[in-house]
């Protein structure tokens, strides 16, 4: 054998499984077989490999162990796990952990297989995180620089083009559906339908015929046959949105299709077949819904094979800017937000996550008019002022702000005014010098800041219209935009 080849370990207890990838793989590869963790510890201290494909239940250890092992001592060698269906949920875990890939056995696919091995034993492994960007960017998935949600869609990514169902929590807004549909393009199910139906906003009666069809005159009303979404996409992937408002009846109806496969038509007595894969979607923790007794714990079981939960908006703020970025772009706007602003963003919760941050967005660029090219703190809603004040603003930093003559909102506006108040009443009171040119510069400006202040409360008032805020002040709107420091204002 030459020196050259790629080196391949092999474990698995099972005897054919190994002479099966000996006769697959040695043509090409440097292949060595071992039937258990001992055997593993052995071939580990004599060879370096390129590749380890371990299944994940041995008679001494577990491959979850033995790819610990492997990854601690040769950091650079590719891992797959081998699987069978009741130990899925265990490959998935390796995958967490930091393996390649699983297999699950019996394999399905040899081409499938051969590819595999080859992308990792050549190292074609950059690939992947080039389909992976194009995935997320023809999906609308702005994965952004956090960890956890980097992980959460490489995971994605990996076990897209596996059957097995997936589980997504988060709260709402986060973008549960999105990712759903990145799982679904990444799939080999991508040419078929990507259906989905939201479990909590349709009545029992209609979600049983919704999902499974009927027949002419199962009911009333039912004047001719139709089809159910388990039957339209079942080569598809289904989306089940708000999984955990399903009542327990139709959990019942569910589970017994993810098992067995096989449904019925309302009024109808044929068995149908159906290969759906289930992507199920919940803004509530499902183990606590079952704790609750209100969501069985079966179908939980079904379910979760894959459980992704996508982290709340406020534990990813660093991703705030490309968010924005990318939704003023989907509006078309080639607008930006100030520094302010972007403060503002940065302190608010975001309890809607990335919907709530998109409707602020389409609201910001509904209310600025044409020649508007910066979205100052006046684009943005009330709550996300107040956050700000709530939190981060002190007496101290008021005053502070009005000696500076710094922007300042309304809430502070009061300081503002007896923090002037306070200095030049001391002025008076002061008999040493006092230069008083830089004073009646500074009072100039005053004059600016209070003009802006009662320009913004007025578009409090007014909900952002500027013509009407122009005219109840008696300004025109090129005064309005001048206090506003828009345009032609001179920087302080
Ligand atoms: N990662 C993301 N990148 C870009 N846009 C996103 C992302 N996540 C969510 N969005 C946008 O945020 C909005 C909400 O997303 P989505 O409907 O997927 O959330 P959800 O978790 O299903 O919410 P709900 O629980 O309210 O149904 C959509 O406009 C979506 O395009
Ligand atoms: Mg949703």
């Known amino acids: 054998m030459s020196k050259d080849r790629p080196k391949i370990l092999i474990i698995d207890d099972e005897v054919e499984v190994g002479n099966f990838l000996f006769h697959l793989l040695s043509n090409k590869y440097d ?14 201290e004599t060879e370096l490999f390129h590749l ?54 019996p394999f399905e696919s040899i081409d499938h297989l051969e590819d595999l091995i080859a992308s990792l034993v050549d190292g074609t492994g950059t690939t992947d995180q080039n389909t992976l960007a194009k995935l997320a960017e023809e999906s609308g998935f702005i994965v952004g620089e956090n960890h956890v949600m980097q992980q959460l869609i490489t995971m994605a990514h990996k076990i897209a083009k596996k059957n097995v169902n997936v589980l997504i929590e988060g709260e709402t807004g986060t973008g549960k559906e999105v990712l759903a549909h990145f799982i679904h393009l990444a799939s080999h199910r991508r040419e078929q339908p990507f259906l989905g139906i939201n479990c909590g906003a349709i009545s029992e009666d209609l979600l049983e015929s919704e999902l499974f069809g009927h027949m ?64 199920a979607a919940s803004h509530v923790n499902l183990s606590e819904a079952v704790n609750e007794k209100r969501f069985r714990e079966d179908l939980l079981y079904r379910l979760d094979v894959v459980k992704l939960t996508i982290p709340p908006l406020r534990q990813r703020k660093e991703d705030l800017p490309i968010l924005i970025d990318f939704l003023l772009k989907k509006q078309r706007a080639t607008l930006r ?38 979205l100052t703190t006046n684009f943005l809603p009330e709550k996300l002022l107040q956050s700000k004040h709530q939190y981060t603003t002190t007496t101290k930093q008021a005053s502070h702000q009005a000696l500076n003559q710094t922007n300042h909102q309304a809430p502070h506006f009061e300081e503002f005014l007896h923090e002037w ?20 510069l500074r009072v100039k400006n005053l004059e600016t800041e209070i ?20 005219k109840r002040l008696h300004i025109s709107m090129r005064k309005l935009r001048y206090l506003l420091n828009e345009k032609g204002c001179p920087k302080r």
Do not use: H
Request: aromatic content about 6%; glycine content about 8%; proline content about 2%.
């Open 31 to 44: 292949i060595k077989i071992g039937y258990s963790g001992k055997d593993c510890d052995q071939l580990l």
């Open 52 to 105: 380890a494909i371990l299944d994940v239940k041995l008679p001494d250890t577990s491959g979850l162990t033995l790819l610990a092992k492997v990854k601690e001592k040769y950091p650079l060698c590719k891992t797959i796990v081998m699987t069978g269906y009741s130990t899925i949920k265990t490959a998935v875990e390796a995958i967490k952990l930091g393996a390649n890939d699983y297999i699950e056995k």
């Open 216 to 279: 002419k005159g199962a009911f009333t009303g039912a004047i001719k046959e139709k089809k159910g979404i388990f039957e339209i996409a079942s080569n598809g992937t289904l989306f089940l949105d708000e999984i955990g408002e399903a009542s327990l009846p139709t959990q019942v109806k569910l589970l017994r299709v993810l098992e067995t496969g096989e449904f019925m038509k309302v009024g109808d007595e044929r068995i149908r077949k159906t290969n759906t894969r289930i992507i």
């Open 337 to 374: 937000f100030s520094d302010e602003a972007m403060a503002e963003f940065l302190a608010y919760d975001w309890p809607g996550n990335i919907r709530e941050l998109n409707n602020v967005i389409k609201r910001a660029i509904a209310l600025a008019d044409d020649d508007v090219t910066v």
């Open 421 to 440: 108040n306070r200095e030049i009443l001391s002025l008076w009171a002061t008999d040493t010098e006092i230069d008083l040119e830089t004073l009646l």
């Open 451 to 470: 003009g802006k202040a009662f320009v913004q409360k007025m578009l409090r008032e007014t909900i952002g219209d500027r013509k009407e805020a122009a």
